[in-house]
Nanobody, 120 residues
Framework: QVQLVESGGGLVQAGGSLRLSCAASGSILRISAMGWYRQAPGKQRELVAGITSGGSTNYADSVKGRFTISRDNAKNTVYLQMNSLKPEDTAVYYC??????????????WGQGTEVTVSS
């Protein structure tokens, strides 16, 4: 199975920055895409940013210009640099990875989440 380990969350003041990381491990042949989702209290989980193995990125409108997703393909790791944080960014952030296992079966895995709290 594929395991995703997230880190970097915490408490930060509005206007501050955090950098989240997510490392995937397991019998992975190829990761086609990794992304960050978030879920605020009482709200549904939403896509924040995604990146393909080729480097194509996409962002939610609410974070464009403030967040940057990047990856280290050799380490199967994705990062989310979050700048100019706002209280509305407060949520549990989840990492997701999709791709192929060594068995050539597809996989889609979620991390356990890391909490981000932005105070005003």
């Amino acid at each position: 199975q594929v395991q995703l380990v997230e880190s970097g969350g915490g408490l930060v003041q509005a206007g501050g920055s955090l950098r989240l990381s997510c490392a995937a491990s397991g019998s992975i042949l190829r990761i086609s895409a990794m992304g960050w989702y978030r879920q605020a209290p009482g709200k549904q989980r939403e896509l924040v940013a995604g990146i393909t193995s080729g480097g194509s990125t996409n962002y939610a409108d609410s974070v464009k210009g403030r967040f940057t997703i990047s990856r280290d393909n050799a380490k199967n790791t994705v990062y989310l640099q979050m700048n100019s944080l706002k209280p509305e960014d407060t949520a549990v952030y989840y990492c997701k990875a999709e791709g192929l296992l060594l068995s050539i079966r597809t996989f889609g895995s979620w991390g356990q989440g890391t909490e981000v709290t932005v105070s005003s």
